[in-house]
């Protein structure tokens, strides 16, 4: 499984890198860091089938952080919810892939999301929903830790403690960056396992980058029953990229001469690692 | 359509409206939720909650994630109806409800209760005069301002059948009756409550009451005035506004609403735009907050009273 999930993973990153090299700009570094979590997701936990993507059977997925549209949207064109040519028109003028994502505009998006601190409501709102329901499916979000400097983040924390919501798994991306700098800088998040874990949930903290610790992680939370579920994602902005991840403005970037000649060695390296089976 | 008038005029409690039409609505609707935040109590809905502990949901005192958390669940299906006081549930919660709500076209009903000087003793930090304004300029939401209890009943039983982002404010207090429980209405249309050859008043809400004592206040000294509810204040009924705007010497518009962006800036938009050479009077808020009194006092203060009415008749003709 585990050899699969990493070749999706590259798959996805490369996808990733193509599109914003195509485009000539976008934010880089918070999608690459969701990779290997999406990998995970889409190519193990989650029950979806791309063919019907409003299937009443599947699971939600709500990219809270909506600012990491592209690998979201990488990761749905891999899927085959739509050819992966479409990547290419990422904010072009009429497309299906705006910057942020939107469930009216692109199969496979199930919530609207980008205006920080909201998507976790509308994932709150959905397990909810679903358990009143008596319902199976599960719901997945993700929200970053500049994200969680929005105050509605907490409420919707809060709320899902208190609801007990155990279909829901709450991921917070700490990539210890957002758009100003260092988050420790701009607004220090602090402990976000320790202060999730006294917000009431099942928190974890994991290693963002692994595939198998992400699954087990996931695994282990659903063992866990009437308490709602966290999994602090240690993770790296422009993760995978070695270039992006050490250069520190890395939130939105667009490519000139050096970075522009860096995403395309990068673009070389993974088009390698896939061909070989997604080894690194 | 099918207006009948209530024969009485006595006052009802809004909150106990509201109880009794979500008890039907929720045994009637399997999908329908009700959302409060931490409201319950000043709502009259306790019985209600009890009653559907689980299709209940008291969201604590967290407006942001009751709009969204309840989009989310609009999205799989559930029919959410919420309610806090009127600031609350739109000038603190507009980006909720502009992207997580309408945006996203997800399906929620939203009430604000106690507007403009029905706030009362909550005060200015309580006091919405601009919900309307908001809530005209959010893209595809639809404005209604019900004129008692027959026809806040009537929008809430009939909104919980469709899809869309529906915001109605309404006191939690008692308004008199102007329509027979018999009555049904028809959302996008206004409905002429009198006929007058010489003044129109386009009203709502709490106005219409005014509007009518001012009529027949008016009449005594030989002026002709029509009366029209405008419930609905978007989508604004164009029709009515510029089939009974004929002939007449004035308009008046009369709310409980700040006169920048309401009813009487509806009205202006479709007089302007059509070029009627008719003046145009907006009984309203003034650009102003809101403060803390009795609602009498602050309905004075406000200048929304039948004399208010009279007398911005009385300076034009």
Known sequence: ???????????????????????????????????????????????????????????????????????????????????????????????????????????????????????????????????????????????????????????????????????????????????????VDVNNPFDLRAKMEAFGFYALRVDGSSEQAISDAIDDCFAHQNQALCIVLDTVKGQGVDYFEKLMDNHH??????????????ILELEKQVVSGGAQ | MAIVFAKEQKPIEMRAVYQQALVEILR??????????????????????????????????????????????SLVGKVPIIHTFAPFATRRVYDQLYLSGAYQKANLRIYGSDPGFTSGHNGGTHTSVEDLALMRAMPSATVLAPADATQFSWLLKETSKMYGIFYIRASRKGLKDIYDPASTFEIGKGVVLCEGSDVVIFA??????QALTAKDELEKSGVSVAVVDMFTVKPIDREIIEKMIVGKKLVVTAENHSK????????????????????????????????????????KTYGLTKDDIIKAVSEVL
């Open chain 1, 1 to 183: 499984m585990s050899d699969e999930l990493k070749l999706f993973s590259a798959k996805i990153r490369l996808e990733t890198c193509k599109m914003l090299a195509h485009r000539g700009f976008g934010h880089l570094g918070g999608a690459l860091s969701i990779v290997e979590t999406l990998s995970v997701l889409f190519g193990s936990k989650m029950a979806v089938d791309p063919h019907r993507p409003d299937w009443d059977g599947r699971d939600y997925f709500v990219l809270s952080k909506g600012h990491a549209g592209p690998s979201y949207y990488a990761t749905l064109a891999l899927k085959g919810y739509f050819p992966t040519e479409v990547l290419y028109t990422l904010n072009e003028n009429g497309t299906i892939l705006p910057s942020h994502p939107d469930r009216l505009k692109t199969p496979g998006v199930d919530t609207t999301t980008g205006s920080l601190g909201q998507g976790i409501s509308l994932a709150v709102g959905i397990a909810k929903a679903l358990k009143l329901d008596g319902k199976p499916n599960k719901v997945y979000s993700i929200v970053g830790d500049g994200e969680c400097n929005e105050g509605q983040v907490w409420e919707a924390f809060q709320f899902a403690a208190h609801q007990k919501l155990d279909n829901l798994i709450v991921f917070i991306d700490e990539n210890r960056k957002q758009l100003d700098g260092l988050t």
């Open chain 1, 253 to 266: 970037i667009r490519f000139a001469s050096d970075s522009k000649a860096e995403l395309d060695k990068a």
């Open chain 2, 204 to 209: 709502i809400g709490e106005m219409i009451e």
């Open chain 2, 260 to 299: 920048i962006g309401g009813l009487g800036s509806a009205v202006a938009e479709i007089m302007a735009e059509n070029g009627y050479g008719i003046p145009l009077r907006r009984v309203a808020i003034q650009d102003r907050f809101g403060e803390v009194g009795l609602p009498d006092y602050l309905q």
């Open chain 2, 28 to 73: 009637e609707h399997p999908q329908v939720v009700v959302m409060d935040a931490d409201l319950v109590g000043a709502s009259g809905t306790a019985k209600v909650f009890k009653e559907f502990p689980d299709r209940c949901i008291n969201m604590g005192i967290s407006e942001a994630n009751m709009i969204g958390a309840a989009a989310g669940m």
